[in-house]
């Protein structure tokens, strides 16, 4: 039986609740039916506006804010990429019939990011319940008016207490993202090598993790390159994530190989409080006999594209995560041989691991990517595999990736 074709610009006409459709510049890009009626308004006076200017407060009642509150978590939700339910608020709407006169009016809202084929917010979708006859119940003649009163009340302060965590967890993404940034090695190095990398920080406020990359050059020819996931969230998971980093890349300058790097990581990582369950990759490629010196500590594989777009996972020397046994033992290491023009392609698990799903399946994904793409410039491979790969929600865990031709 065939699936029956779903008009959703005519559902979302036909929805009871009220809703309209934002751009990311808090400008009204489509209303449903039922927003028309509630606001006494025609789609004219509505499409094209922005908020604010459809829907001012009112200026006859300074302590009126719903429309700045209502702003404000749009606002919120443009920047996190996280949904907002909001409190009950008021905000009044003016009647288009008689300029000047506002009616009170109540409301409970939720506001939703709607994710581009970029996974940006492109849409906000907003919908709201007029509550205002359970919050006016027959206003000084109904016992029920003093409960509503003070359901308003404590709903008010419990917007601004909202509000205000809003904005510290803004803020602490921004001091996240830019200490994390600030401890990512120099690009210079990547250009160098001819390579892309990249760092994308998850969508939700909070979600800036321990993600990082590295590549560096030691003084016998050979280049270190690798990756790393620090388990946790914010700037501990941050902080934690530079302090790691910068102890693989000293290992790496004085180690014999990737193995002994990674063993001098896991003994230092005991030391550091939140580096428990770190996974990492560290593989050295020595150009001169065209190989590649590998090893992992629980990190998932590189992957190997070949000049034929076959794909090849250096799967062979893999271990526990940094701290994950009691007792210290030394790391496994393997060597592959690579030919003239393939692709080393380092990544974090944000790039292929989905909930209830194989891990399998998402490695799948991203060998088929790898051969669709195959001879492209690394830039435009990198950009290629975020595009392909990266999920439509993506909002809980960074993408570090390094594309690095040999």
């Known amino acids: 039986m065939n699936a029956p074709r779903i008009d959703y610009e005519a559902v979302f006409r036909a929805m009871p609740s009220v809703v309209a459709l934002f751009t990311a510049d808090l400008v009204y890009a489509d209303v449903n039916e039922a927003f028309l009626r509630s606001m006494g308004r025609t789609r004219g006076q509505v499409l094209g506006r922005s908020l604010s200017d459809a829907f001012p407060d009112n200026p006859d009642d300074p302590s009126v ?16 990429g996280e949904r907002d339910a909001m409190a009950f608020l008021r905000y009044d709407v003016e009647r288009s019939d008689r300029p000047g006169v506002w009616q009170e009016r109540y409301w409970s809202a939720v506001n939703v990011p709607v994710l581009g084929p970029d996974s940006q917010v492109e849409l906000l979708l907003h919908a709201e319940e007029d509550i205002t006859e359970l919050i006016r119940i027959r206003r000084g003649e109904d016992p029920a008016t003093a409960v509503g009163a ?35 090695p120099d690009r210079e190095c990547a250009r160098q090598h001819g390579a892309a990398v990249r760092y994308r920080p998850a969508a939700g406020p909070l979600n800036v993790c321990g993600d990082w990359y590295d590549l ?21 998971a941050a902080g934690v994530m530079g302090q790691l980093r910068s102890a693989l890349s000293a290992a790496s300058l004085i180690a014999t190989g990737p193995a002994q790097a990674l063993e001098a990581l896991g003994l230092y ?64 290491q393997a060597e592959t041989a690579y030919p003239t023009g393939a692709t080393l392609v380092l990544y974090t698990d944000g790039l292929v691991e989905r909930r209830r799903e194989d891990i399998d399946a998402g490695l799948a994904r991203l060998a088929g990517s790898l051969t669709r793409h195959q001879g492209a410039h690394p830039e ?7 595009a392909d790969l990266t999920p439509p929600a993506r909002d809980t865990d960074d993408i570090a990736l390094v594309v690095l031709p040999l």
């Open 65 to 80: 804010t719903g429309m700045r509150d209502l702003e404000a978590s749009l606002r919120w939700v443009t920047a996190t």
């Open 150 to 184: 003070e359901l308003y009340t404590r709903a008010q302060e419990l917007q601004q207490v909202n509000q205000r965590l809003r904005e510290a967890h803004v803020r602490q993404r921004r001091v996240a993202l830019m200490l994390q940034e600030a401890m990512l």
């Open 216 to 236: 560096l050059d030691l003084r016998d020819g050979r280049t270190v390159v690798a990756v790393g996931d620090v388990v946790g969230q914010g700037l501990e």
């Open 269 to 332: 990582a005991r030391t550091v409080d939140g580096a428990e369950s770190t996974t990492a990759l560290l593989c050295v490629i020595d150009p001169a006999r065209r190989t590649i010196t590998y090893s992992s500590a629980g990190h998932l594989p590189a992957a190997l594209l070949q000049p034929d777009g076959t794909v090849d996972f250096l799967d062979r020397a893999t271990d526990p995560p940094l701290g994950a046994r009691p007792e210290h033992s030394p790391r496994p």
């Open 380 to 386: 435009r491979l990198a950009d290629a595999l975020l």
